[in-house]
C-alpha cells in the first residue's frame, strides 16, 4: 500500500495535504484497499461548516458503507465533483482523486495528525491482520 511522504494522515484513514490555509481531503490507498471497489460517494455541500471528527463523506463499495471523518474543522469550498460520476476513481489513485477542499479553521489541528512513516506502520499492522 502507497503512503505518500507529503501528506498528513488519520487513523480514521484519510490523508490531508495543506496548502496556506487550505486542505485537500481524500482517503488513503489503505482504506479504498479495505473498502474493496467503490460504487458511490456522497459527498459534502460547499460551504459546510464542520468539525474535526464530523462526517463529512460516505463512501460505499461492494462490500459496506463507509463513512470519512473530518481530520480537521474547516469550512468546504471545493468538492470533487468528477467522483459522483465515477467513484471508482478513488481505487485508481486515491490520492490524486481528493474529496473536499477546505478553508482550516484552527492549524492547531494539524498536530493531531499522523505522520507519513508512522501511518506506513498502522497499514502494515492491518495488512498481517487481514
Known sequence: MKVL???LYTNDHEWVKV????????????AQHMLGDIVFIELPSVDDELEKGETFATIESVKAASDSY???????LEVN????????ALNEDPYENWVALIEISDKGELEGLIKPEDYEKICEELSKEA
Open 81 to 88: 465533483e468528477e467522483l459522483e460520476d465515477n467513484p471508482a
Open 19 to 30: 496548502e496556506g490555509d487550505k486542505a485537500y481531503i481524500g482517503i488513503s490507498d489503505c
Open 70 to 76: 473530518m481530520p480537521l474543522g474547516g469550512k468546504v
Open 5 to 7: 511522504n507529503n501528506l
